[in-house]
């Protein structure tokens, strides 16, 4: 058995250039963002895209609570779809009211049976 060994690596040399090339390259990126304004504009950008979505997450807040409740006995054939589109005011998306709903008749599913009495949230 052998004790030493003259093994090299054929890539050894090969590794190493490309670590070179790639912190080359690497600083020449860093290079051209300093050097031109990309860098500049990379921030303007990236400030733009923040200030709309902390814009648009203001408006995401959820809706006031309704103002008054008007029952309803459910009718053989109606589904919590046909109600909400029915019973909604007319700005609300159709989901929306369909979740106040449950909400307020605490259900767990869209389930309903045809002579229950729903509360319906007016706004």
């Given at each position: 058995?052998?004790?030493?060994?003259?093994?090299?690596?054929?890539?050894?040399?090969?590794?190493?250039?490309?670590?070179h090339?790639q912190?080359?390259?690497?600083?020449r990126?860093?290079?051209?963002?300093?050097?031109?304004?990309?860098?500049?504009?990379?921030?303007?950008?990236?400030?733009?895209?923040?200030?709309?979505?902390?814009a648009?997450?203001?408006?995401?807040?959820?809706?006031?609570?309704?103002?008054?409740?008007?029952?309803?006995?459910?009718?053989?054939?109606?589904?919590?779809?046909?109600?909400?589109?029915?019973?909604?005011p007319?700005?609300?998306?159709?989901?929306?009211?369909?979740?106040?709903?449950?909400e307020?008749?605490?259900?767990k599913?869209p389930?309903?049976?045809a002579g229950?009495?729903?509360?319906?949230?007016?706004?």
């Amino acid at each position: 058995m052998l004790r030493y060994t003259t093994y090299r690596s054929i890539y050894e040399g090969q590794f190493q250039e490309e670590t070179h090339s790639q912190a080359s390259l690497w600083n020449r990126t860093v290079e051209l963002i300093k050097s031109r304004g990309v860098g500049k504009l990379i921030l303007i950008l990236l400030i733009v895209v923040l200030g709309c979505t902390g814009a648009f997450s203001v408006f995401a807040g959820g809706l006031e609570k309704p103002t008054a409740e008007k029952n309803i006995i459910v009718q053989p054939g109606d589904s919590l779809w046909s109600i909400a589109a029915a019973h909604k005011p007319k700005k609300m998306d159709t989901r929306v009211y369909i979740s106040s709903i449950r909400e307020v008749n605490e259900l767990k599913g869209p389930d309903i049976q045809a002579g229950d009495v729903l509360s319906l949230p007016l706004w």
